[in-house]
């Protein structure tokens, strides 16, 4: 009687709560009984199949189990639906969170901003999924557009409830962010060195699928010199992911990662230490990509057994290009002449492979060229070589940290950077030199020469360069700071 009584009240109550009010703390104590349930069910037929086992004991837990409140299929039938409520729940946000636009690349950022990244000093910063600090949940992408980020979005689910018709992609997923774009050979390379770094850290794993964002919006190519040097690096085709199949009516269908890795820092967080690794596996894996040697500088003799210096004036056409080039060869030429096992090389940027510029660089010591992407090719030189820049009149003043970045590079990869020319002359401004509006007149400008302060640098860093040579041919010494198999195989 009275276990029948409590049952109908019971019976009650959960009418009340489908019908009337919705308790989340009645419904956690119903799914808690469920879980019991279940488990004493298990124990049954676990004992059912053994008859040993004492009778007496089993027909108490049935009787338990008949008088409790709910039969199996109540049970059943209630986790079901907590697991359509958890699958429906699943909410997806704008990839681009514009409350954080004046702030867009500081913090959390704006893409993904309720995520947090995973960070051990020293160490690339990275979210990934699933993990322990996504509490055991996939990420989950939906959209294609390519012109605001703000449409398409991105949500967390536990695999066993993923959103409705999600399509789950097996396999590692890279998901990157760009604040600047995939084509320009700096920009890209900066939004590449943390899945580097992510790489050699964890086993030289290597993506299935590559998903690029740029301020949320899909990117669905990198340039071509970016696609090869991470196909060298990851020894196989990139499969980019475009999204343009999957629709449903008007509405996207989300795609879940079975394993995705999310990075929006650049190399950001990470130390020298770490940079140098992973600039010593592009390196590397770029010159067995090209089939250049691994041996490095040290091979290179001449025929009276003096290490070969090479010089490599790797010019610019356009915006950034020497006014004259044939008077700056003229004066590097003479400067190399001096010294004995210099060679003088000189290259366009503009014409050449993703292969002929990692082999030029493997065969320099001393590069020269003027401010611009083309100087991002220094790292494929051996450690320890030198670079020297060029910038047109005005830059210093008004370039902002940018005109930089080729210092940066420099000293994470390994290289001296020898110092900047800056021309004094150049273009008029009708504004006085430093005024903001100049630079639209200085960013295009030609780069001229001073005849005795390009010799005199010269000659400093060739005598430099020449000592260092000579030291190593004693030691004998690799340079390239790499073994002839790369660190990750
Ligand atoms: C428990 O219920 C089942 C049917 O639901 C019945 O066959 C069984 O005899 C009941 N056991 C006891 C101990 O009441
Ligand atoms: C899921 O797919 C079914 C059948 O194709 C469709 O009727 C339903 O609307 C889809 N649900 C969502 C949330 O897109
Ligand atoms: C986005 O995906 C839809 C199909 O879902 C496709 O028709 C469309 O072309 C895609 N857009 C882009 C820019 O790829
Ligand atoms: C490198 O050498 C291999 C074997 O000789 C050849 O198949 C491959 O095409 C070469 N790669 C390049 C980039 O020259
Ligand atoms: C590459 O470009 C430079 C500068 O425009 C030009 O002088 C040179 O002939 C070109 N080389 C090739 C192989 O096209
Ligand atoms: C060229 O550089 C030297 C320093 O090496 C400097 O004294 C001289 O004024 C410069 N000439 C011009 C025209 O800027
Ligand atoms: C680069 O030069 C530094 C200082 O001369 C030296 O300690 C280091 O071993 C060199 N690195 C390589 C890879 O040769
Ligand atoms: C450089 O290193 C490679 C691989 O370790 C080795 O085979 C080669 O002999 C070394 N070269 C010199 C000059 O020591």
Same mark, same amino acid.
């Given at each position: 009687?009275?276990?029948?009584?409590?049952?109908? &009240?019971?019976?009650?109550? /959960?009418?009340?709560?489908?019908?009337?009010?919705?308790?989340? =703390?009645?419904? *956690?104590?119903?799914?808690?009984?469920?879980?019991?349930?279940?488990?004493?069910?298990? !124990?049954?037929?676990?004992?059912?199949?053994?008859?040993?086992?004492?009778?007496?004991?089993?027909?108490?837990?049935?009787?338990?189990?008949?008088?409790?409140?709910?039969?199996?299929?109540?049970?059943?039938?209630?986790? =079901?639906?907590? #697991?359509?409520?958890?699958?429906?729940?699943?909410?997806?946000?704008?990839?681009?969170?514009?409350?954080? &636009?004046?702030?867009?690349?500081?913090?959390?950022?704006?893409?993904?901003?309720?995520?947090?990244?995973?960070?051990? %000093?020293?160490?690339?910063?990275?979210?990934?999924?699933?993990?322990?600090?996504?509490?055991?949940?996939?990420?989950?992408?939906?959209?294609?557009?390519?012109?605001?980020?703000?449409?398409?979005?991105?949500?967390?689910?536990?695999?066993?409830?993923?959103?409705?018709?999600?399509?789950?992609?097996?396999?590692?997923?890279?998901?990157?962010?760009?604040?600047?774009?995939?084509?320009?050979?700096?920009?890209?390379?900066?939004?590449?060195?943390?899945?580097?770094?992510?790489?050699?850290?964890?086993?030289?794993?290597?993506?299935?699928?590559?998903?690029?964002?740029?301020?949320?919006?899909?990117?669905?190519?990198?340039?071509?010199?970016?696609?090869?040097?991470?196909?060298?690096?990851?020894?196989?085709?990139?499969? *980019?992911?475009?999204?343009?199949?999957?629709?449903?009516?008007?509405?996207? *269908?989300?795609?879940?990662?079975?394993?995705?890795?999310?990075?929006?820092?650049?190399?950001?967080?990470?130390?020298?230490?770490?940079?140098?690794?992973?600039?010593?596996?592009? /390196?590397?894996?770029?010159?067995?990509?090209?089939?250049?040697?691994?041996?490095?500088?040290?091979?290179?003799?001449?025929?009276?057994?003096?290490?070969?210096?090479?010089?490599?004036?790797?010019?610019?056409?356009?915006?950034?290009?020497? =006014?004259?080039?044939?008077?700056? *060869?003229?004066?590097?030429?003479?400067?190399?002449?001096?010294?004995?096992?210099?060679?003088?090389?000189?290259?366009? &940027?503009?014409?050449?492979?993703?292969? %002929?510029?990692? =082999?030029?660089?493997? &065969?320099?010591? !001393?590069?020269?060229?003027?401010?611009?992407?083309?100087?991002?090719?220094?790292?494929?030189?051996?450690?320890?070589?030198?670079?020297?820049?060029?910038?047109?009149?005005?830059?210093?003043?008004?370039?902002?940290?940018?005109?930089?970045?080729?210092?940066? !590079?420099?000293?994470?990869?390994?290289?001296?950077?020898?110092?900047?020319?800056?021309?004094?002359?150049?273009?008029?401004?009708?504004?006085?030199?430093?005024?903001? /509006?100049?630079? #639209?007149?200085?960013?295009?400008?030609? !780069?001229?020469?001073?005849?005795?302060?390009?010799?005199?640098?010269?000659?400093?860093?060739?005598?430099?360069?020449?000592?260092?040579?000579?030291? %190593?041919?004693?030691?004998?010494?690799?340079?390239?700071?790499?073994?002839?198999?790369?660190?990750?195989?």
């Amino acid at each position: 009687m009275a276990v029948s009584a409590s049952r109908k &009240s019971s019976k009650n109550a /959960r009418k009340n709560l489908t019908l009337s009010h919705y308790s989340p =703390k009645l419904s *956690i104590y119903l799914l808690a009984i469920c879980v019991i349930l279940l488990v004493i069910f298990e !124990i049954k037929s676990l004992h059912a199949q053994r008859p040993s086992l004492p009778w007496n004991f089993m027909h108490q837990w049935q009787t338990a189990i008949n008088s409790s409140m709910m039969t199996s299929q109540e049970c059943t039938q209630e986790l =079901k639906t907590m #697991a359509l409520k958890l699958q429906s729940s699943v909410t997806f946000l704008p990839l681009k969170d514009l409350r954080y &636009s004046s702030t867009a690349q500081q913090g959390h950022t704006w893409f993904m901003s309720s995520m947090h990244d995973t960070h051990k %000093e020293g160490e690339v910063q990275y979210q990934k999924f699933p993990s322990k600090a996504s509490k055991g949940r996939l990420l989950c992408l939906k959209g294609n557009d390519t012109h605001d980020g703000s449409w398409n979005s991105y949500a967390l689910a536990w695999p066993q409830t993923l959103p409705e018709n999600a399509t789950l992609l097996k396999g590692l997923t890279f998901v990157s962010y760009n604040h600047y774009n995939y084509d320009n050979i700096w920009h890209g390379l900066s939004a590449m060195v943390p899945f580097v770094a992510w790489h050699i850290k964890n086993q030289c794993a290597v993506p299935t699928r590559w998903i690029l964002y740029h301020w949320g919006e899909l990117r669905t190519k990198m340039g071509p010199w970016l696609t090869t040097l991470m196909e060298a690096t990851y020894g196989e085709a990139l499969i *980019i992911e475009k999204f343009d199949g999957i629709k449903e009516g008007n509405d996207q *269908i989300p795609a879940c990662f079975e394993e995705a890795v999310v990075m929006r820092h650049n190399e950001g967080g990470m130390s020298r230490e770490k940079r140098i690794e992973v600039y010593d596996l592009l /390196r590397c894996k770029a010159r067995a990509y090209c089939n250049v040697s691994l041996e490095g500088r040290v091979a290179e003799v001449n025929e009276k057994g003096v290490p070969v210096i090479g010089m490599t004036m790797f010019m610019r056409i356009g915006t950034r290009s020497f =006014k004259n080039d044939r008077i700056v *060869i003229g004066i590097f030429n003479k400067a190399c002449r001096k010294v004995e096992g210099c060679r003088l090389l000189v290259a366009y &940027s503009n014409n050449l492979t993703f292969c %002929e510029q990692v =082999k030029l660089m493997s &065969s320099t010591d !001393i590069l020269i060229s003027p401010h611009g992407a083309q100087l991002t090719n220094m790292f494929f030189m051996d450690r320890n070589s030198s670079v020297m820049e060029f910038f047109p009149k005005g830059w210093l003043k008004l370039a902002g940290v940018g005109q930089y970045v080729y210092h940066w !590079i420099a000293s994470w990869s390994g290289m001296v950077h020898q110092g900047a020319w800056r021309d004094p002359d150049g273009d008029q401004c009708q504004y006085p030199d430093d005024d903001r /509006r100049c630079m #639209a007149i200085f960013k295009g400008g030609k !780069i001229g020469y001073n005849e005795s302060f390009f010799s005199k640098w010269a000659g400093n860093v060739l005598n430099e360069v020449k000592i260092r040579k000579a030291e %190593e041919m004693v030691s004998k010494k690799n340079t390239t700071g790499i073994s002839s198999a790369c660190g990750c195989i």
